[in-house]
């Protein structure tokens, strides 16, 4: 449910959010976030929904002119099912893609990403200049291999070109979490719902057979056996299991898949040590606070939050969020490695950590203050993967950033660069690791990121500016798929040393009160344009718009309203 914003000044309704003690849930911290600064500088947060429809517009142009352009192409070779499919460049200039290999070198992490992040912000992908960019992704389901699940390349013929094919879990297991993320945007596309259902019983078989024990390397998905290589093992992989069938259980409503879920969940707590290794580990802290929100579970969510955060990481070591300011620029909040040259966080990385991180917030507010932190700081950091925003002494190729048209990003921001030549500049450096990846033939300009650029609609569709600098309003509905009905609901964090006033507009044609979750009161009664709150310093409101007048009822520790809960720990005055 999205709400439609329009700037007004009629009937502003003034109140105050309940401060000075009267929290009904205590906020709890995160080590790392408590490191970051409550406002990052210098401060200045791009509008993420049009940067990501202008990446749309300007990548899926089969006509687009300059160096290395079009990013797209169509591949022909029809794997797994009998139709084209388009495929777009991992970076910018990769030799491996375009015509090259027969064409059928393009990666899911790219197509499928891009394909989520246009339709986060409004982009219907379907029926697009004629294509349907959402069926084509069907190619991804990999049933000639005998795999039957998404991948990250279409056939095993051209995966030894790349990472990850069949021998690096995470690689094989994330495709299956866009898949569903797209599936919940468009769930009357002809075939998902038999592929949506054959990975959920691949999840289930899988999670079945690892019986708790998800220390492997990967899984072979058509072979049903756990495998291990010169990968180290991922059991956070547990995480990625539980997300897809906690969403194939809301969608489908098979019991198995909700106890699969559990038992995925239950693996990855038990994990003596921080077993994070690329992304999926906030997928973990998300459901923790889901499941014990909606089951009434018991799953240590700070465990999983700290282990996403920390750096803490013993196989990927050091992996989590960065944090610091690098010769007077703030790049707190970005995700990646916190020791590789003293630090190197990647844009992908970031943009999903919040695709889980921040609905969090509705299932456990008591997280509010700490996730409204870190995404100020994210925010604010990763227009630097940019190099209209970076300076140009900052990057390894301000020289060919003409090549990006504006919409592509670096791939990375390090503290000391990777290259030799490139070893002088002062972090941060945006760079990236294209060049590495088919030495003394990319070239330069595949440092830039076509495959994390186009994850920008998840910062998109979540991040809108308020009428206070420094003060977000975050979605907590934009990428909390398969959802149950839920009233609008928004996160605002206040890094001020002062009570901050922000105005909040609502749908048109709409009569809502305004709840804070954080506080357990209503703040605001019978909106119809906009209200004014007040937010106290360095602390957080969760706001959700009920309708007015509407029947308050309670089920154990939640709250609803015409039988919708908006509050999910709400404790009873005494």
Not at 184 to 199: L, Q, R, V
Not at 352 to 373: C, E, F, H, N
Request: overall charge positive; charged content about 20%.
């Amino acid at each position: 449910m999205n709400t439609i914003f329009k700037i007004t000044f009629v009937g502003l309704f003034f109140i105050l959010l309940g401060i000075n003690g009267t929290a009904q849930v205590k906020q709890q911290r995160i080590a790392r976030v408590d490191q970051m600064p409550n406002l990052p500088k210098p401060l200045q947060i791009i509008d993420y929904k049009k940067l990501a429809l202008r990446f749309d517009s300007t990548v899926f142009d089969f006509n687009a002119k300059g160096k290395f352009w079009p990013m797209v192409w169509m591949d022909s070779s029809k794997k797994n099912f009998p139709q084209d499919v388009v495929g777009m460049y991992t970076a910018v200039g990769d030799v491996r893609q375009g015509k090259n290999n027969k064409g059928m070198f393009h990666e899911a992490l790219a197509t499928i990403g891009a394909t989520l992040g246009a339709s986060l912000v409004g982009i219907d992908k379907s029926k697009q200049k004629n294509l349907d960019y959402v069926g084509m992704l069907k190619n991804y389901y990999n049933k000639d291999a005998g795999w039957d699940i998404m991948m990250n390349n279409t056939c095993p013929e051209v995966a030894l070109l790349g990472g990850g094919y069949g021998r690096d879990w995470w690689y094989d297991v994330y495709p299956n979490l866009l898949f569903y993320a797209v599936y919940d945007k468009y769930p009357k596309e002809p075939g998902f719902k038999e592929i949506a259902k054959s990975i959920a019983e691949k999840f289930f078989k899988a999670d079945s057979i690892l019986n708790g024990n998800y220390d492997y390397s990967y899984f072979d998905y058509g072979k049903m056996k756990p495998m291990k290589n010169n990968i180290c093992a991922q059991p956070d992989a547990a995480a990625g299991h539980a997300w897809v069938l906690y969403a194939a259980y809301k969608k489908f409503g098979d019991s198995r898949y909700l106890k699969g879920a559990m038992r995925a969940l239950t693996a990855l707590e038990s994990q003596p040590i921080n077993p994070t290794y690329e992304l999926l580990m906030p997928f973990g802290a998300y459901l923790s606070a889901r499941i014990n929100a909606e089951h009434g579970k018991k799953y240590d969510t700070n465990k999983m939050l700290g282990w996403s955060f920390d750096g803490t990481a013993v196989c990927r070591e050091g992996w989590g969020v960065l944090v610091g300011n690098w010769n007077g620029i703030d790049i707190s909040g970005i995700v990646g490695s916190t020791v590789d040259h003293g630090g190197y966080g990647f844009l992908m990385n970031t943009y999903d950590a919040a695709w889980p991180l921040v609905p969090m917030v509705r299932y456990d507010q008591s997280y509010a203050t700490a996730i409204g932190k870190w995404m100020l700081n994210a925010a604010n950091a990763s227009r630097f993967f940019y190099p209209q925003y970076m300076p140009d002494e900052h990057e390894t190729n301000p020289e060919l950033a003409e090549v990006s048209k504006g919409v592509i990003g670096y791939e990375g921001m390090i503290r000391q660069s990777s290259y030799k030549e490139h070893e002088h500049l002062k972090g941060p450096v945006a760079q990236g690791d294209g060049p590495l990846w088919v030495p003394g033939e990319n070239p330069k300009e595949s440092q830039f990121s076509v495959y994390g650029s186009g994850h920008a609609g998840i910062f998109g569709s979540i991040i809108r500016a308020t009428d206070v600098t420094g003060i977000l309003q975050l979605n907590l509905l934009a990428t909390d798929f398969y959802h149950d009905k839920a009233y609008a609901s928004f996160l605002y964090y206040n890094p001020y040393t002062a009570d901050k006033t922000v105005s909040i507009t609502v749908e048109k044609g709409k009569k809502v009160d305004l709840y804070n979750t954080v506080s357990g009161r209503f703040v605001a009664r019978n909106v119809t344009s906009s209200a004014k709150i007040k937010i106290a310093r360095e602390n957080a409101a969760v706001i959700v718009c009920v309708p007015s007048g509407g029947k308050i009822t309670y089920q154990g520790a939640k709250m609803l309203v015409n039988g919708i809960v908006v509050d999910y720990k709400f404790q009873q005055k005494k």
